[in-house]
């Protein structure tokens, strides 16, 4: 470890600390647009998003942008854009776009449920803006043709048979990568991050700003680092919020590959909560001690690999490999803690009847999961089908049980019909130093290992914020009052801390 990722850890944001911010940008308001010209927005109501309650004053537009920018010329397609108006015009500084992690995840949702909350946090500095990546919800959308049985979380995530064995995984990537070469089209080829990073500028000129600034969660804080990258001087403060690994020859592969340490370095967080003398009133307590916890659950996978067990989803019995995938999702925040015990607690029953978490209880849209696979596998060469891949899922069996070779195993990248630009974008510490990055220490989804080398990679770029915390997104989310503050102050004063930082619980 460096000496400054060393002090990243150590240094704690403090009110003695708050002399020591440095400023990053002076104010830009009511800025000029640069670059190519982009049509105006026509904004109006926005479709109602299911289980998402409305924003008031939330507005949407639909952005028209070329299916392939060798192409300007050509055909085009559209991107859903989003838009909540500071309600404090004297106090606006700019435009803050907002982006959501995935692949998949929509900006337009995202801004619904965060957009107040944002809004306030910021004291009204910013018009807040996102957008549906293409391929996401109102975006223009492509399918693959992935049958059904291939949709499912258990399906998608290639959790390896119950004896490890990979040939079913291998025979269901090569046709889903099959399926896309042949059904996809130049849409489903579009799906890359470096062409997100290309409509975020179209917006940007759309909305005639000279500069953005961004706040990006997970997945979207790559998109966000890769637009600061590609256009360094249209960039005002840019928040990464639960960051991975940068490296241009891996990407998306070495970010499934961080998965299982990170699992293992986040489930003491839940044993301890599991084990909690508190739980018991719950009927939630799953062992006297933190450390049985493991080894229970473990147990319970291996026997629900043999005898999977009927749940109150017709046709979708709790196996071992859906247990383990209830896990995975439910360590991005300890308000999931309560629902895993249950699940839990249900498959030990023998009279229970688990209930299954929305998400695992059937298949995805075709769509939804045609952009999952198609962005991860055009953004970089995945290791081809006979790379050893049995190898070594059986290694991380052996080293990360929870995951069980999930992380490492084969996906229908690794039959793609890789045609896009060479190599994703390399970070570097080149252009403004105005980034602020916010990271839990035991993050199951983009670990701290892969945040630091994004922090390294940028250098004086950046500063990096850790809180002591587990989970997955800490601003306005799983973080502390700590965090949200040095956030907030950045995006409002421009001020970050003079070196990285830690946030205590």
Request: proline share 9%.
């Amino acid at each position: 470890m460096t000496t400054w990722s060393r002090k990243a850890l150590l240094l704690t944001v403090s009110a003695a600390a708050a002399g020591t911010l440095t400023a990053v940008g002076a104010p830009v308001a009511h800025s000029r647009p640069a670059g190519p010209a982009a049509p105006p927005l026509s904004w109006g109501a926005c479709d109602p998003i299911p289980g998402t309650p409305a924003l008031d004053g939330q507005q949407c537009a639909t952005l028209r942008v070329p299916l392939d920018y060798r192409a300007p010329g050509g055909r085009t397609v559209d991107v859903a854009v989003t838009r909540l108006r500071t309600d404090r015009p004297e106090a606006r500084r700019g435009t803050l776009l907002v982006l959501a992690g995935g692949p998949g995840g929509s900006g337009v949702q995202r801004l619904a449920q965060k957009g107040e909350a944002l809004r306030t946090a910021t004291e009204g500095a910013y018009d807040l803006v996102s957008l549906d990546p293409r391929g996401v919800g109102g975006s223009t959308r492509a399918t693959c043709g992935i049958p059904e049985a291939d949709r499912h979380m258990v399906t998608l995530r290639a959790w390896p048979a119950a004896d490890g064995s990979i040939a079913e995984n291998a025979e269901r990537a090569r046709r889903t990568a099959e399926s896309c070469a042949r059904n996809g089209g130049p849409e489903v080829r579009s799906f890359t991050t470096r062409n997100q990073a290309r409509d975020m500028d179209r917006l940007r000129a759309a909305l005639g700003e000279r500069k953005l600034s961004v706040w990006a969660h997970s997945y979207g804080s790559y998109a966000g680092a890769v637009y600061a990258q590609e256009y360094p001087d249209r960039v005002d403060r840019l928040v990464l919020d639960s960051v991975g690994d940068p490296d241009p020859t891996r990407v998306a592969y070495g970010w499934m590959a961080n998965v299982g340490p990170a699992v293992a370095l986040r489930f003491p967080d839940f044993a301890a909560w599991a084990a909690d003398p508190a739980r018991e009133a719950e009927g939630l307590r799953l062992a006297r001690r933190a450390e049985d916890v493991e080894p229970l659950f473990l147990a319970l996978a291996r026997k629900l690999d043999r005898h999977p067990k009927e749940s109150g989803t017709p046709g979708a019995p709790l196996t071992g490999n859906r247990l383990r995938q209830a896990l995975h999702g439910s360590l991005n925040s300890d308000t999931a803690f309560a629902p895993l015990a249950r699940l839990i607690r249900a498959a030990q029953d023998p009279a229970g009847r688990p209930v299954l978490p929305p998400e695992l209880t059937g298949a995805m849209p075709d769509e939804d999961a045609t952009l999952t696979m198609a962005v991860v596998c055009n953004d970089v060469r995945w290791p081809g089908p006979d790379s050893g891949y049995a190898r070594r899922v059986a290694a991380d069996r052996a080293r990360y049980p929870l995951t069980a070779g999930m992380p490492v195993n084969i996906s229908p990248c690794a039959y793609w019909k890789y045609e896009e630009e060479p190599r994703p974008t390399r970070m570097t510490d080149e252009g403004p130093s105005n980034v602020l990055m916010i990271q839990s220490l035991r993050d199951p989804a983009t670990p701290l290992a892969g945040a630091l080398k994004m922090r390294a990679a940028l250098g004086e770029r950046a500063r990096m914020v850790t809180v002591e915390q587990g989970g997955h997104g800490m601003y306005l989310g799983n973080g502390n009052a700590c965090g949200d503050r040095v956030v907030s102050d950045f995006l409002v004063t421009g001020k970050r801390p003079a070196r990285d930082a830690h946030c205590p619980d």
